[in-house]
């Protein structure tokens, strides 16, 4: 059967009794519908590819359901079909074979075990987080090379409110189109993620001022000597309602737990140096020369790192106790395992201390604040901190205007007292010969 195919000539289609029922528009060769017998309707495209026997093997490929996509929406796709069946394609056998091709769920699996490694643990736990919250619910059933950057940009969009979560996602998918690539699933330079752009990161900025170190001195002190409650909730709790993991049943005054000393010691330690949690908490006695002053971390965020301990810092290294067999300063429930899990204890120290909101990093920024504040140079701040460049430090410039608007003060009062004669000028006495 053959009719002009438009809108007002679908519409008027009769289903079949049974089977099915083709019509082929007579506007465009090998375009047609075909008309079930529950009433459904479907564009098709019918085409012969060269060279498959003398008349060639017919095919017909299903452009989709009408209503759902219009007449021309459909025609525009068979005419373009059509003319790469001309140039010698054959695109049912393509579209076989993307269906057929590996899948962003298969390929993540290799992935992330070639990451094993290879990346830092951080990195790893990072990309693992997104990878099964974000990007295999969303892209896990694509073939690993239909992904567009419409797609990864989506995805990434969906962040927007989030920027610093939107970014880390824009780097996993970098990274995981550069491995499709690495093992021949995509061409080279057609990573999709690449051109999505990144949102602008604020940078958070939390300092201790000198009275809320003593109240967080005071609280470290009380947890150790006779425990603290926990605190009553987690911030995402409280924005849902909801009891926090970490609340348990209110107890008496006195008759808390007391917290694991070497918790407390990692908190006070990070304060005392500004390291990053991971490197504290993986500090073995033998990276520490007390002769020198210094540690030597074989594996930081930047690469092997030498740090400068104060007197104070070493201190308290020298004063915990040594467990047989353990390699670390702060060791974990198996001695010859690190310490993990400190957010309890932080947690229930910041909440006694009315410092709900301080994250544990910002222990970081707040030794850097300190240095600055008594006129220490970015270089400085860079060095004690780890920093691999002054790029990373650079956030930390504005807290150097304290002491330099204070210094140019002194010198200003000095050169004005010059000017108007109110400065003490020295006596000069000759010289006399002997």
Known sequence: M???????????????????????????????????????????????????????AAKRMRLGQYPAITVDIARAEAKKLLGKVAHGADPAAARAERKHACRVRDLGKDWLADGEGRWKAKTLEEHRRVWEKRILPALGSRAVADVTTAHCAALHRALKGTPYSANRLRDALINFFAFAESQGLRPKHSNPARDVRKYKEHARERFLTPEEAVRLGDALARAEREGLPPAPTRRKAWKLGKSSKHTTKAKKAGQYDRANPFAVAAIRFLL????????????????????????????????KSTRHLGATALALLDALPRLKGSPYCFPGKDPKQPLVEINRAWYAVRYAAGLEEVRLHDLRHSFASMIASDGGSLLLIGKLLGHKSLRSTERYSHLLDDPVKATADVAAGKIASLLDGSAPTTKVLPFKSA
């Not at 049974?18 to 506007?27: F, K, L, S």
């Not at 504290?280 to 930081?300: F, H, K, Q």
């Open 2 to 56: 053959q009719a002009k195919l438009t809108k007002r000539a679908l519409d008027a289609l009769r289903a079949p009794a049974e089977g099915r029922a083709y019509v082929y528009d007579t506007e465009l060769p090998g375009f047609g519908v075909v008309v079930a017998s529950s009433g459904g309707i479907s564009f098709f495209v019918q085409y012969r590819v060269p060279g498959a026997g003398r008349a060639g």
């Open 272 to 303: 005392l140096t500004g390291w990053r949690k991971n490197e504290a908490l993986t500090l073995e006695w033998s990276m520490i020369s007390t002769e020198r002053g210094t540690a030597t971390l074989p594996d930081t965020k930047t690469g």
